[in-house]
């Protein structure tokens, strides 16, 4: 399983294409998924429009289990757009792996730590931004010295530290399971016998990277929504 | 391995970091307006056909309602209505029967009166006739007698006859 990344410098920058293709490929998915489930809106949702009136209140219950829905609504979006994303993400590098000429280039995009923490990155940045615009910079400032001036620099750290909590444990989640399953796929390279009884195992660990898949899907929603309620709600 | 760790001899993935940021934005921003946006329309429309339902299912209830109360009202009405008109056709019955039945008692009485007194003057005619007829008779007899100038014996003889005549003629 000891594939090479497929990366290419293009204006100076450095390319994993494999990721590019990924990511390309689950936009195109999630878009696909919730173009065509909302073509045919209607009063009386059935089929995919029920399905995505779940996802769309099950996105609504984190962020009121977090914030009031009058700052929080403005999430909603993102929120949903988070979920799906990256639960596609998870869910993409399960049924197989393609490596072409010694270079992996189907996997997850979420088992790349450049691309989860990306994701990180843009949403603590994302509540540092609303902070700063819904409570203004004094109050947004003044956090950082509460409950007293010692925690100021506990606080600077804790901001890195969700970042880098956020973005490493979804990596971390999703690239083991990989790991794991390339690791139990190339059992079958030992021998007929091992390959037949890894079979059994392989069933049960992608079976259980689907539900890690769409449970890290939402921790990192919930936690973009629980940093966000953070810094922009009054109370906490 | 290499690009999966971070600050490795090959550097960071910028070109990574910037594809995953705009593929990102751009997809949000996309489903806003082709997915989200619409399906929270028609949430939002659901919503607002719900509450709008229930509001008109509670006023019509109280129309109903309404309606209920007045038809009660109406019918308890009517029945006082239908009540007093039985009750005074009852009253106005009784009334008549009772003039009808005074009416005739005084009728009666009046048929009885006039009758007594139809009978009392026919008898004071009848007396008066005797009375003239038993006058022009005693002038007759006491003439014929006059007349007459008979002895005792026949005189006597005469006035009995004339009696029996008269008394026959009676």
Same mark, same amino acid.
């Given at each position: ?236 | ?82 009540? #007093?008109?039985?009750?005074? %056709? !009852?009253?106005?019955? +009784?009334?008549?029967? *009772?003039?009808? &039945?005074?009416?005739?008692?005084? =009728? ?33 007899? #006491?003439?014929?007698?006059? %007349? !007459?100038?008979?002895? +005792?014996?026949?005189? *006597?003889?005469? &006035?009995?006859?004339?009696?029996? =005549? ?5």
């Amino acid at each position: 399983m000891e594939h090479e990344a497929p990366i290419h410098t293009f204006m100076g920058l450095q390319f994993n294409l494999s990721n590019v293709l990924m990511i390309t490929v689950s936009c195109v998915i999630v878009f696909l998924i919730a173009v065509l489930a909302t073509r045919a809106l209607s009063m009386k949702p059935g089929g995919m429009q029920n399905f995505l009136e779940w996802v769309v209140d099950f996105v609504k219950g984190i962020i009121n289990s977090t914030m009031d829905w009058h700052t929080g609504g403005r999430f909603l979006t993102l929120g949903l757009t988070l979920l799906m994303y990256i639960f596609v993400s998870n869910m993409l590098g399960l049924p197989f792996a393609v490596a072409f000429d010694h270079e992996l280039w189907w996997k997850s995009p979420t088992a790349d730590p450049t691309i989860t923490l990306t994701l990180a990155v843009m949403v603590v940045v994302l509540s540092h931004y609303y902070g700063v615009k819904l409570k203004g910079a004094k109050r947004y400032g003044a956090e950082y010295f509460k409950p007293f001036k010692l925690f100021f620099p506990l606080k600077l750290i804790e901001e890195f530290a969700n970042t880098l909590t956020l973005g490493l444990r979804l990596y971390g989640n999703i690239y083991a399971g990989e790991i794991l399953l390339g690791l139990l796929v190339g059992l079958a390279h030992k021998g007929i016998f091992a390959g037949i009884l890894g079979i059994f195992p392989l069933i049960v660990w992608q079976g259980f990277s689907v539900f890690v898949g769409a449970i890290q899907a939402f921790i990192f929603t919930m936690l973009t929504m629980v940093y966000l309620a953070h810094k922009v709600a009054d109370d906490h | 391995m290499q690009s999966l760790m971070l600050g490795a001899a090959t550097g960071v993935n910028g070109g990574d970091i910037l594809f995953q940021l705009l593929a990102f934005i751009i997809l949000m921003l996309l489903l806003r307006k082709y997915a989200w946006g619409p399906l929270m329309g028609i949430m939002k429309e659901r919503q607002n056909f719900i509450t709008n339902e229930i509001e008109a299912a509670e006023t019509s209830r109280k129309e109903a309602d309404k309606h209920l109360a007045a038809q009660i009202e109406e019918l308890k009405q009517a029945r006082e209505e239908a009540r #007093a008109i039985i009750e005074n %056709a !009852k009253k106005q019955g +009784e009334a008549q029967g *009772e003039s009808i &039945i005074k009416a005739s008692r005084v =009728e009666a009485e009046r048929v009885k009166e006039s009758a007594l007194a139809d009978i009392a003057s026919e008898r004071e005619k009848a007396v008066a006739t005797l009375r003239k007829e038993v006058a022009s008779l005693s002038v007759m007899i #006491a003439s014929k007698v006059i %007349a !007459k100038e008979l002895d +005792e014996r026949s005189q *006597e003889k005469l &006035i009995q006859d004339y009696l029996q =005549e008269a008394g026959e003629a009676r």
